[in-house]
């Protein structure tokens, strides 16, 4: 089964407006986290990557917050734009196992 | 700096029918997988080598499915005989070392007809 979810499949929001998308993962022992995006077509782009000694990373328009202690990450796009309409993956690893394991995705959808 | 190349970008193929797919990762990365992704999924880790020798291949169905990285460079998967459940995007990645960012190829989309 999968040991990397999601909680929602599809999130709408307005252009120029903040979006969440949350991550629950389910493996403790997992040491490094990466969120990727995909769009039709193409395979996943890395976006940005978070160890598990830290709570918190930003990039440019992104944040990526990790939460151990419920096994949650989220990714925070600030002032969404229609280029950042696709689907986005969290992904963990580490733990004893080197390649990544992905949850389904979450598919953003910027409304103008 | 040149991404990770696939070949070829989309194959229809009968079933029972064999098929290979070839992957080029950025240069200078040890780490190659090989994932497959079914359409509204999200990837699934088939095989990966560190240079030339195989680091985790547990999810690779081992009756059909190989795949090779003879000089720790270029990689072919193969499927042979394919069936219908195969049809997806199966996708190359590479990474500088084993614990890294991943970098992907725009993927193989496989049909099984």
């Known amino acids: 089964g999968e040991s990397v979810g999601l909680h929602l499949p599809t999130l709408s929001v307005q252009e120029g407006d903040n979006s969440i998308i949350n991550c629950a993962y389910s493996?403790?022992?997992?040491?490094?986290f990466i969120w990727y995006k995909q769009e039709s077509g193409k395979g996943p782009q890395f976006i940005i990557d978070i160890r598990s000694n830290m709570d918190k990373r930003q990039g440019q328009r992104v944040t990526v917050l990790l939460n151990k202690t419920v096994k949650h990450l989220s990714l925070q796009i600030a002032a969404t734009q229609p280029g950042d309409s696709a689907v986005y993956f969290c992904?963990?690893?580490?733990?004893?196992?080197?390649?990544?394991?992905f949850g389904k995705g979450t598919h953003l959808i910027i409304q103008p | 700096e040149a991404g990770v190349a696939q070949s070829p970008r989309y194959k229809i193929i009968e079933k029972r029918q064999s098929v290979a797919f070839w992957c080029n990762p950025i240069s200078g990365h040890a780490t190659l997988y090989w994932y497959q992704q079914i359409l509204g999924q999200g990837p699934k880790l088939l095989i990966q080598f560190q240079n030339n020798g195989v680091v985790d291949d547990s999810q690779l169905p081992k009756d059909r499915f190989s795949a090779e990285r003879l000089k720790g460079v270029d990689s072919t998967l193969k499927i042979q005989p394919a069936k219908l459940e195969d049809s997806a995007v199966y996708l190359c990645?590479?990474?500088?070392?084993?614990?890294?960012?991943?970098?992907f190829g725009q993927g193989t989309r496989l049909t099984v007809v």
């Open positions: 493996n403790s022992a997992s040491d490094y």
């Open positions: 990645a590479s990474s500088f070392r084993r614990g890294t960012e991943a970098f």
């Open positions: 992904a963990e690893g580490g733990g004893g196992a080197d390649g990544l394991t």
